[in-house]
Every structure is written in structure tokens, then in C-alpha cells.
């Protein structure tokens, strides 16, 4: 007999969902990462990420801290010399003031071997008219040599640096400056010339030592007094004529250098201590 099978009779059947074969395809994709390695990322610490201004200002504190130590260190080895650097500096001063201390003490011997020379000429040349001749022209000529000291009229110039001389090395007196002003007093008919109360002569040397200036190598110390013993009817004016006036007057007026010229009517210029005999004849 044909017909319809009751429910649950024939053969047992299975029922497949489509994608049954393919799970662990579905499984790869809704789980692409091992559940282990997830458990093992969950179990570590996340790194603390500092802030940018955080590692900025630990370095800036480490250079700062560098610099200081460097500047501490230099500040220390200054410290350190500075004792050192002030005992080279007193020896030399009391070498120097120790050096000017014989000098002095030898131009005060030379001044009595002079006079003792000046004593021992006058008995060997006698009393007759050759030796007077001779004694008159070594008269005349001392004064001018500066071998002897001079009494007389003349001119005290002062000079000394413009205000502005610290500032600018323009404005400060040189060795130039004193030379011309020298010279100038011998062109207007100076007989004898002083500075800072040192005579001098055609052998004096004027030179510039560092930032001093020295008159036979013996510095001098500002304002420089300059003395010219002279005609007073006339060594005023032709030194304000000369080259070395209008030096002068144009230092004065642009640079503002000290300059003052007076008359004096009496001045007592000493002996040039530099003067030394190099050269003799005599007859056999």
C-alpha cells in the first residue's frame, strides 16, 4: 500500500546548519587574538606617560644644575689664585717703589760727586785769563745743558686727561703730546724745561711704558706740571704762535683735555740727574 508515512517512521535524519563546516573560520573571526594572550595582556601594567612639560623641566634643571657647578668651580679656583695673584702684585709694587728708592739715593750721590767736580775744576784751572776764558764758557753752556739748576721767569702749563678718558683712550694724555708740548717750549725760547720736576736735556728720553708715561724711563703721575724757565717778554707769546700751542688748543677744544698756561715770575728748575759724561779729549 501506497501512501504518506506517519510522523517518526523511515529512516533517522540529521539536521546540518549550512555553515557547519566552516567554524573555525567563524571561530578565527570573532576571535582573531588566543584567549591566553589576552589573559597575559591583561595581567601587565600599562607604562606611565609623562607629560612633555615633565621631561622639559628635568632637563632644563639638569643643564642649570650643570652651569652652576661649572660656575662654582670657577668661582672656587678664582678664589683660590686670588691670594696668589695679590702677593705678585705687592712684590712687584715694593720691586718698583725699592728700584725708585735707589735712584733717588743715586741722583743724590751724582749731585755731591758734581759739586765736588765743580770744585776740584775751579782749583785746576787756575787764575789766569785762558782758564777764566774757559770757565765762563762752561758757565754759559751748563745752564743750558742742564747740567746745573736754573733760577728764573717763565711759564707752568698743567695738562692732564679729558673726563671722558676711561671711556675713550682718545682723550688721555700720551708721550706724543709731551713731546710736542717740549718742543714747542724750546722753539719759543725756553732755556730750561721741567717736567713733573724732572729736568730735561737733548738726552731725555719721553716714552709711553703700558699706560704711563716716563721721563728717563721714571713714570709719571697725572696732571703733568710742565715748567719753562724764559724771556717772559716773549716766550709766552711765541709759544702760544707756535705748532705746539695750536696742538694744544685744538686738544682742549675738541677733546676736552685739561690745559692751563700762567706766567710765574719765579721758578727753580733742577738739575738734569740723567746727564753722564760719554764722551772726552784731552790734550797729551
Not at 32 to 43: E, S, T
Not at 103 to 117: E, K, M, S, V
Not at 254 to 274: C, I, Q, S
Request: proline share 6%; no cysteine; aromatic share 4%.
Amino acid at each position: 500500500m501506497t501512501g504518506r508515512q506517519p510522523a517518526g517512521t523511515g529512516p533517522r535524519t540529521r539536521a546540518y546548519a549550512v555553515d557547519a563546516s566552516m567554524d573555525l573560520l567563524n571561530q578565527i573571526l570573532r576571535q582573531p587574538i588566543d584567549p591566553d594572550y589576552a589573559r597575559v595582556a591583561q595581567q601587565r601594567v600599562a607604562p606611565v606617560v609623562r607629560p612633555r612639560w615633565f621631561s622639559g623641566r628635568w632637563g632644563l634643571a639638569a643643564v642649570a644644575l650643570l652651569i652652576g657647578a661649572m660656575f662654582a668651580v670657577g668661582a672656587a679656583q678664582t678664589t683660590r689664585s686670588a691670594p696668589a695673584l695679590q702677593t705678585e702684585r705687592t712684590e712687584l709694587i715694593d720691586r718698583v717703589q725699592r728700584a725708585e728708592q735707589q735712584q733717588d739715593a743715586l741722583r743724590i750721590r751724582i749731585d755731591g760727586l758734581n759739586a765736588q767736580i765743580g770744585t776740584l775744576r775751579g782749583a785746576a784751572l787756575g787764575d789766569d785769563g785762558t782758564a777764566t776764558s774757559l770757565e765762563d764758557r762752561i758757565g754759559s753752556l751748563e745752564p743750558v745743558v742742564g747740567t746745573v739748576p736754573v733760577t728764573g721767569p717763565g711759564l707752568v702749563i698743567v695738562i692732564d686727561d679729558a673726563p671722558s678718558a676711561s671711556a675713550d683712550a682718545r682723550d688721555r694724555v700720551l708721550d706724543l703730546d709731551l713731546q710736542v708740548l717740549a718742543n714747542g717750549l724750546w722753539t719759543a725760547g725756553a732755556e730750561a724745561v721741567a717736567i713733573n720736576g724732572h729736568r730735561l736735556s737733548a738726552l731725555t728720553a719721553i716714552r709711553s711704558a703700558g699706560d704711563a708715561i716716563t721721563v728717563d724711563y721714571r713714570s709719571l703721575t697725572r696732571p703733568y706740571r710742565v715748567e719753562a724757565i724764559g724771556d717772559p717778554r716773549t716766550l709766552a707769546a711765541r709759544y702760544a704762535e707756535s705748532s705746539a700751542g695750536a696742538w694744544w688748543s685744538d686738544l682742549a677744544r675738541n677733546r676736552r683735555m685739561g690745559y692751563e698756561v700762567n706766567d710765574v715770575t719765579g721758578l727753580t728748575l733742577p738739575a738734569d740727574p740723567g746727564l753722564q759724561l760719554r764722551f772726552a779729549e784731552g790734550n797729551p
